[in-house]
């Protein structure tokens, strides 16, 4: 069947999850297009791994609905199954084994003749940059090597929906990169990625669309822009040559910009956040009448910027907290 981009690859209304008297997935309402990368950002304990569960059929949702590409993730778990593929967030291949003989035993048991499970094993090895490991045991691969060939062994037989749940927590920049790279390459053959993670910037690299997830629930959802645009149009990032003008330069730029100004760590700099209503045009603009203040006011800037929110600030603006929050793991249970 030919897939298009129209069309729903995962769509929940009022999806609950719980263990015991904690609801680990709180009500979640998704509605995701196929053939893109949809992150799904949240910390430990958002429910996160929880929700993809449901949707692979590994846990049975309490409440509401969940449907993968039309078909109910309860009543038509099969035809779920049959659509997706979920690389976890640890190893899932045999470490006592070579790579090669993980992706041939694993294409064998989804059907591939001998050969053909060879021919396979030897592709996705050579594309995922592999081959010169193939007839190592994986206990001696690297962190970022294991993350590869587990996504190899979730795509042997091509899905139309990849769930990748924290694929690249633990890994290095250089295996971090590595693993993006292979994502785009899946995205473009076709296929719709979820990916959840609690990294802001791979969210930010990676997705067309961000649903942030805090404590089970929804709290936003949009384009990596929509979401920094809702928490304002810029950020002031001033440094002064003098420390001892830095009140000063506060309190004129409280005035100027209308908006509470953040004394950042560093003894001569400044932050402030333009108001979301303004337009990009009108942050530049507002920013410039800033720095016009401090210089009549012979406060000496040695650097201005003026840059979009960050995801980081996104979050913490809509959650009070970072999500690297070290809060209890819900989802452990």
Same mark, same amino acid.
């Given at each position: 069947?030919?897939?298009?981009?129209?069309?729903?690859?995962?769509?929940?209304?009022?999806?609950?999850?719980?263990?015991?008297?904690?609801?680990?997935?709180?009500?979640?309402?998704?509605?995701?297009?196929?053939?893109?990368?949809?992150?799904?950002?949240?910390?430990?304990?958002?429910?996160?791994?929880?929700?993809?569960?449901?949707?692979?059929?590994?846990?049975?949702?309490?409440?509401?609905?969940? &449907?993968?590409?039309?078909?109910?993730? @309860?009543?038509?778990?099969? #035809?779920?199954?049959?659509? /997706?593929? !979920? %690389?976890? +967030? =640890?190893?899932?291949?045999?470490?006592?084994?070579?790579?090669?003989?993980?992706?041939?035993?694993?294409?064998?048991?989804?059907?591939?003749?001998?050969?053909?499970?060879?021919?396979?094993?030897?592709?996705?090895?050579?594309?995922?940059?592999?081959?010169?490991?193939?007839?190592?045991?994986?206990?001696?691969?690297?962190?970022?090597?294991?993350?590869?060939?587990?996504?190899?062994?979730?795509?042997?037989?091509?899905?139309?929906?990849?769930?990748?749940?924290?694929?690249?927590?633990?890994?290095?920049?250089?295996? &971090?990169?590595?693993?993006?790279?292979? @994502?785009?390459?899946?995205? #473009?053959?076709?296929?719709? /990625?979820? !990916? %959840?993670? +609690? =990294?802001?910037?791979?969210?930010?690299?990676?997705?067309?669309?961000?649903?942030?997830?805090?404590?089970?629930?929804?709290?936003?959802?949009?384009?990596?822009?929509?979401?920094?645009?809702?928490?304002?149009?810029?950020?002031?990032?001033?440094?002064?040559?003098?420390?001892?003008?830095?009140?000063?330069?506060?309190?004129?730029?409280?005035?100027?910009?209308?908006?509470?100004?953040?004394?950042?760590?560093?003894?001569?700099?400044?932050?402030?956040?333009?108001?979301?209503?303004?337009?990009?045009?009108?942050?530049?603009?507002?920013?410039?009448?800033?720095?016009?203040?401090?210089?009549? #006011?012979?406060?000496?800037?040695?650097?201005?910027?003026?840059?979009?929110?960050?995801?980081?600030?996104?979050?913490?603006?809509?959650?009070?907290?970072?999500?690297?929050?070290?809060?209890?793991?819900?989802?452990?249970?």
């Amino acid at each position: 069947m030919t897939r298009q981009t129209a069309e729903l690859a995962i769509e929940t209304s009022g999806l609950v999850k719980v263990f015991g008297k904690t609801r680990a997935v709180d009500g979640i309402d998704l509605a995701v297009p196929a053939g893109m990368v949809y992150g799904v950002l949240g910390p430990n304990g958002a429910g996160k791994t929880t929700a993809v569960r449901v949707l692979a059929t590994l846990l049975r949702p309490d409440g509401g609905s969940a &449907r993968v590409f039309g078909h109910d993730v @309860v009543h038509e778990a099969d #035809a779920v199954r049959g659509r /997706v593929s !979920l %690389t976890g +967030q =640890y190893a899932s291949v045999d470490e006592d084994l070579t790579g090669t003989e993980n992706l041939v035993l694993l294409a064998r048991l989804l059907g591939h003749r001998k050969q053909a499970a060879r021919d396979r094993a030897a592709q996705l090895l050579e594309a995922f940059g592999l081959a010169d490991a193939a007839d190592r045991l994986v206990k001696n691969y690297s962190g970022g090597m294991r993350r590869r060939i587990d996504i190899a062994a979730s795509i042997l037989n091509t899905p139309d929906l990849l769930f990748l749940d924290e694929p690249t927590t633990g890994l290095d920049p250089r295996s &971090r990169n590595q693993v993006w790279e292979i @994502v785009r390459t899946v995205v #473009a053959h076709g296929t719709t /990625v979820l !990916l %959840t993670t +609690q =990294y802001l910037d791979e969210a930010d690299h990676l997705a067309g669309r961000i649903a942030v997830i805090d404590r089970g629930k929804v709290i936003a959802e949009g384009t990596p822009g929509e979401l920094k645009s809702s928490v304002g149009a810029g950020a002031v990032h001033v440094r002064l040559r003098d420390a001892a003008q830095r009140p000063e330069a506060e309190r004129l730029l409280s005035l100027t910009l209308g908006t509470q100004v953040q004394l950042d760590a560093d003894p001569v700099a400044l932050t402030a956040r333009i108001s979301g209503e303004q337009t990009e045009r009108g942050a530049a603009e507002q920013a410039s009448r800033a720095l016009a203040e401090l210089a009549q #006011a012979g406060i000496t800037v040695d650097d201005f910027s003026l840059g979009q929110p960050s995801l980081d600030e996104v979050f913490l603006t809509l959650t009070g907290h970072p999500t690297t929050d070290t809060e209890t793991d819900k989802e452990a249970a």
